[in-house]
């Protein structure tokens, strides 16, 4: 078997690779890393089936290597990140007192050229751009799970228009902030509503109960993304409140760009394509998904986790947490259903929980009790 790439994804890493006295580099992907600051280390050495994705060459090092594959930045608005996104990095040249300056940072730089090509953009140049920055913040991605234990991401599934009025968004700001405590990394689609509930749980993570209170009312002051105070309030809590060490993931997508994304996630994998960005929610999170009252978009979501549960598609099944007795059994009676199929045996293997309790499902995910445990 051939050996596999390794991964060069920062210039320290380059540095110190081409310190190395080995005279030919052979199979090594460099990503977004600039070899002309050391040009004359990095002409020292003969490159060999070697990736140069978005990288800036010094003159003569093409003619130095041998069946090396090079993809230059496409001249478009987005690059091809070595790394996933910081709020910092994805909302440069916002300032949260100027809310017209959202137009003007990458962000929104990004998302007004998505609109200008189109969503569904038949250009190969185009595409291929879009396709290339998708796959980077994929590889991203995986580097960053590794740190992590598979049974402790958790995901949350939620409305986007949960009001930060609701009492259901202060529910899962406290539980996510317990949860991201106990050690679970809290993972939701990165918008506004429960995910970001999620996120503002998890940044309040290792700080008194009062403070969480004060954040919910600082941005009480704008309940829906639509209003214009939104995304000034989620900042003024960043700053008021620093992050204490707590991590979370919010995984955006473009295609929904009139929702902002939520500055609280520490980490952010956005993306292009809905479908990868969606279906990879539901993969990662391994260690169970929170279903919170929300509508179309989370209904599409159970099923598609059942699925992956009922065939056992990682070799085991991972528990998924209703919240909201009335809800789940009243206005939108997916319980029943989801109990119905179960008995006659069309769902199998599913780890279900239907509470509003945390405790409750604290324990569920800890494996300590069952639930509705379905062979």
Request: glycine letters at 8%.
């Amino acid at each position: 078997m051939r050996d596999r790439y390794r991964q060069i994804k920062n210039n320290n890493e380059l540095a110190e690779l081409l310190n190395q006295p080995e005279q030919e580099l052979r199979r090594f992907a460099f990503q977004n890393v600039n070899f002309t600051d050391i040009a004359e280390l990095a002409l020292r050495h003969f490159y060999r089936e070697c990736l140069f994705l978005s990288c800036r060459l010094p003159m003569g090092l093409k003619r130095q290597s041998m069946g090396c594959l090079f993809l230059p930045n496409m001249g478009e608005t987005f690059g091809f990140p070595n790394h996933l996104y910081s709020p910092e990095e994805l909302y440069d040249g916002y300032n949260p007192i100027q809310p017209d300056s959202y137009e003007k940072c990458y962000d929104g730089r990004v998302y007004r050229h998505y609109l200008k090509k189109g969503k569904k953009n038949t250009d190969i140049k185009e595409t291929l751009a879009r396709t290339l920055h998708d796959h980077s913040v994929s590889d991203c991605l995986q580097d960053y799970l590794s740190r992590f234990d598979e049974h402790k991401l958790v995901g949350v599934m939620g409305g986007h228009g949960l009001s930060r009025l609701d009492e259901a968004y202060n529910q899962v700001a406290r539980f996510s902030k317990r949860l991201t405590e106990e050690g679970f990394l809290m993972i939701s689609g990165g918008g506004p509503g429960a995910m970001e509930a999620t996120h503002l749980g998890a940044w309040m993570a290792g700080r008194a109960e009062e403070e969480l209170e004060e954040a919910l009312s600082i941005m009480s002051v704008a309940p829906l993304y639509t209003d214009p105070g939104w995304l000034p309030t989620a900042w003024q809590v960043r700053s008021r409140y620093p992050n204490l060490g707590y991590e979370s993931l919010g995984i955006p997508t473009w295609l929904y760009g009139h929702e902002p994304s939520t500055p609280l996630a520490t980490h952010i994998a956005k993306y292009f394509e809905n479908s990868i960005r969606e279906d990879g929610i539901l993969t990662i999170a391994r260690g169970g998904i929170i279903y919170t009252p929300g509508s179309a978009g989370t209904l599409q979501e159970i099923f598609q986790e059942a699925v992956q549960n009922h065939y056992l598609t990682f070799g085991y099944a991972s528990p998924m947490i209703f919240m909201g007795k009335k809800f789940w059994t009243e206005e939108v009676p997916i319980w029943p259903l989801m109990m119905h199929l179960v008995e006659n045996g069309r769902y199998k293997n599913l780890i279900l929980c239907l509470t509003d309790s945390a405790d409750e499902a604290l324990q569920v995910l800890q494996g300590e009790k069952k639930g509705a445990l379905v062979m």
